[in-house]
């Protein structure tokens, strides 16, 4: 088991960035896949990207090619790098270990994205 902790979140504008950090406990980090989901309010929560042990990524259509998940494993720290941010992107976004594409664990607090128009 990990314990996660997110931060990183805050407001920006429209078309800036921001990188989420998901910093965790326990040295079974660098063998798991991780995943950052959001939940937008009035929405549901989506899986937003995720990332293997061995570095490999996939990402929601919605932000493909304005995201990057990466990982550190030497640091237990999994980062969400978001560019050109839009306000449908506005949501708490929360880490979590996914096995075999289903999240495993207690939802954390997240942290919160706010995108301005």
């Known amino acids: 088991q990990v314990q996660l902790v997110e931060s990183g979140g805050g407001l920006v504008q429209a078309g800036g960035s921001l990188r989420l950090s998901c910093a965790a406990s326990?040295?079974?980090?660098?063998?798991?896949?991780m995943g950052w989901y959001r939940q937008a309010p009035g929405k549901q929560r989506e899986l937003v990207a995720s990332?293997?042990?061995?570095?490999?990524?996939n990402y929601a259509d919605s932000v493909k090619g304005r995201f990057t998940i990466s990982r550190d494993n030497a640091r237990n720290t999994v980062y969400l790098q978001m560019n050109s941010l839009k306000p449908e992107d506005t949501a708490v976004y929360y880490c979590?270990?996914?096995?075999?594409?289903?999240?495993?664990?207690?939802w954390g607090q997240g942290t919160q994205v706010t995108v301005s128009s």
């Open positions: 979590i270990t996914l096995w075999k594409a289903v999240p495993i664990g207690r």
């Open positions: 326990g040295s079974i980090f660098s063998i798991s896949t």
């Open positions: 990332i293997t042990s061995g570095g490999s990524t």
